[in-house]
């Protein structure tokens, strides 16, 4: 099937609005992006910035009526002239047959498998935990290095009976591979809806939807676990130390990434007074630190 990009500029609206509108003309994706030159690197807790100047991009069958997408968004610009508005054509492609042709079958670890379908794959052993990356859903493929640092130390640290927190949690990657390695109850936390939709639809794509809850902040169980992950970003993780400390029972494991090499200190800093035993795994230049809160009587 052809398709049509629609893109407009969002700067004089709310983008939130132009992108509920593109979703409730049919929009088959859709994404914000930066039109200027303000990168958002590092949001504060609880924070969802967007640019100064946003650009937001419809993906429409190329059957689309144009004309009436057109004036619909016009609707937004009530007695304005509405931004120019751009329309692509894009090339005719099976994105989940070409998503499947680079998707690899990887381990990390000697147990979790990650794996594009459920079928037999020669490699992996009839044994092994299988995390089920299916095309076409918004999930991670483990590829990133602090992704893969997170499932690596997952496949050593879960064990079943235990509780796993996953804070930050995306789409829901980590969050998942926990309860497919055995973990009895997965809570997962972000502070994008979004990403609480896309964790649940990985879930049910991994047969592990009734052990895995989701979670806004605020609405976060006050309730402590035996492991924690978090792969956010540096300055979010020192700004959430009390509150990711608070989880943790004692003896719990804490692991801690999406950290530069040269910020790995001062994160170390803000956990210190809680965490001990803080080892690092480095892998290009992300760092993952990972640490036990003291056992009781400690």
């Known amino acids: 099937m052809p398709w049509i990009k629609l893109t407009i500029d969002a700067s004089e609206v709310a983008p939130a609005n132009v992108e509920l509108v593109l979703e409730s003309l049919g929009a088959n994706a859709i994404t914000l992006e930066d039109a ?6 590092e949001p504060g807790v609880g924070e969802t910035p967007l640019w100064r100047e946003t650009r937001v991009s419809g993906l429409f069958p190329a059957e689309q ?48 498998w990650a794996c594009p379908d459920a079928e037999a794959h020669p490699e992996v052993p009839d044994d092994a935990v299988r995390l089920i990356i299916p095309p076409g859903l918004a999930f991670g493929t483990g590829s990133h290095p ?10 050593d640290q879960v064990r079943p ?12 990657i980590l969050a998942v591979a926990a309860a497919r390695l055995g973990a009895d109850r997965v809570i997962a936390v972000d502070n ?7 964790t649940l639809d990985n879930a049910r794509a991994n047969g592990v939807e009734d052990r895995l809850g989701v979670h806004l902040p605020d609405d976060c169980p006050d309730e402590k ?28 494991g804490l692991a801690l990434t999406g950290i530069l090499s040269e910020q790995a200190d001062a994160v170390a800093a803000a956990y210190g007074d ?25």
């Open 36 to 41: 200027g030159d303000d990168p958002q690197l």
């Open 65 to 112: 009526d144009v004309t009436a997408l057109k004036q619909s968004l016009a609707e937004l610009w009530p007695g304005k002239t509405m931004p120019r508005l751009t329309v692509d054509a894009l090339e005719d492609r099976d994105w989940t047959l070409a998503w499947a042709d680079h998707a690899r079958v990887t381990a990390y670890g000697d147990r979790l």
């Open 146 to 155: 602090t992704t893969a640092m997170c499932l690596e130390w997952l496949n």
């Open 161 to 172: 009976g235990m509780t796993v927190m996953d804070y930050g949690c995306g789409s829901g």
């Open 192 to 198: 994008d809806p979004q990403a609480l939709t896309a």
């Open 225 to 252: 676990v035996d492991l924690l992950v978090a792969n956010i970003l540096a300055n979010p993780l020192i700004e959430l130390a009390p509150v990711l400390c608070r989880h943790l029972k004692a003896g719990a």
């Open 274 to 298: 809680n965490v001990t035993g803080l080892q690092r795994r480095q892998r290009e230049e992300w760092v993952l630190l990972q640490g036990q809160r003291p056992p009781a009587g400690d």
